[in-house]
């Protein structure tokens, strides 16, 4: 429609760590090295096996999808609880010049016995990032569960609702990776039939994308032109200046209006012409909150 350049897409990094082993906020198996990568992302994907194949080796021999949550969950704690505590003996030391540590520890501590207790951090409904945040703690980060499946369980709803009770709160997703192997070769409209046989709507990696989308409470709009068109990422709630300023803090220090059309009213239209002849396009201004579908052109003065 707007004959760009370039089209680029929003981006979401999946990194894939080897399953950790009991022991591995020990060091053991590569335990320190993939708790450090973990550490560095936003949010945890758990890929639970779930499925029978004498074929394929489980490494603690057996499949136990509640048992392999129990060891990822605990060797987390650990690996927390190691953190946490440096940090505790730090603030014993600095309270006694200074009381105003005495909240943090407090609450840090308070944190260790929940950790005692076989209590991550995620199910908090009192977190205290001021206190916290700095420490990156593995158990704060939110998590979803990934259940590799084989292709009868994808199409079970009663082994689906068992597994899906491991998860707890946690979104829990259902993928067949046998099946998902089966996709990359097809045609999209082939690959469209055998899902829907699976009463599965969409790819493994999409339904995966929209869930870290959501758990991260995140959200894209558009920008389109003649030299690009480009998906932007914004947290949900966000403003108009606010999204303004990922493109540029000019963008937002010095933000006018935002000219706003949906997606799919300006596919339905044809053209950003006829979007705005049938008064679809509007302008918003500061306190707008940009919604999934915008397609948006920023309006901004910045004086020198």
């Known amino acids: 429609m707007y004959n760009s350049e370039k089209i680029i897409p929003a981006s979401v990094t999946f990194v894939d760590i080897a399953g950790l082993v009991a022991g591995a906020s020990k060091g053991e198996g590569l335990g320190n090295k993939f708790l450090a990568n973990i550490r560095q992302c ?11 194949n004498n074929d394929i080796i489980h490494v603690d021999n057996g499949v136990h999808p509640s048992r392999d949550i129990e060891t990822i969950n605990t060797e987390l704690i650990l690996a927390d609880l190691q953190t946490i505590e440096t940090r505790i003996s730090r603030l014993q030391k600095e309270v006694k010049a200074n009381p105003k540590v005495r909240d943090a520890l407090d609450y840090i501590e308070g944190i260790k016995r929940n950790f005692e207790a076989g209590i991550p951090l995620s199910v908090s409904k009192n977190i205290i990032h001021e206190y916290i945040d700095d420490l990156h703690l593995l158990t704060a980060k939110p998590v979803i569960y990934v259940f590799n499946v084989n292709e009868e369980m994808l199409v079970n709803d009663d082994a689906k609702n068992g597994l899906r009770q491991l998860a707890g709160d946690n979104p829990a997703l ?19 039939e055998l899902l ?11 339904q995966m994308i929209h869930a870290a989308y959501d758990v991260l409470g995140l959200q894209s709009y558009l920008t389109a032109g003649q030299k690009e068109v480009r998906a932007w990422t914004i947290h949900q709630g966000w403003t108009a200046p606010q999204a303004a300023g990922v493109i540029h803090s000019d963008f937002e220090r010095g933000f006018i209006a935002a000219q706003v059309v949906d997606y799919y009213d300006l596919i339905a239209a044809g053209s950003e012409v006829a979007a705005k002849a049938a008064g679809k396009v509007r302008t918003e201004g500061r306190d707008y909150v940009m919604q999934p579908n915008d ?3 920023f309006r901004f003065n910045v004086s020198k």
């Open 295 to 297: 397609i948006v052109e």
């Open 174 to 192: 259902f993928i067949c990776a046998k099946l998902e192997d089966e996709l990359k070769g097809l045609s999209p409209s082939d690959a469209t």
């Open 42 to 52: 936003d949010a945890i994907i758990h890929i639970v096996r779930a499925f029978e």
């Open 196 to 206: 829907a046989s699976y009463a599965v709507p969409e790819m493994g990696l999409v």
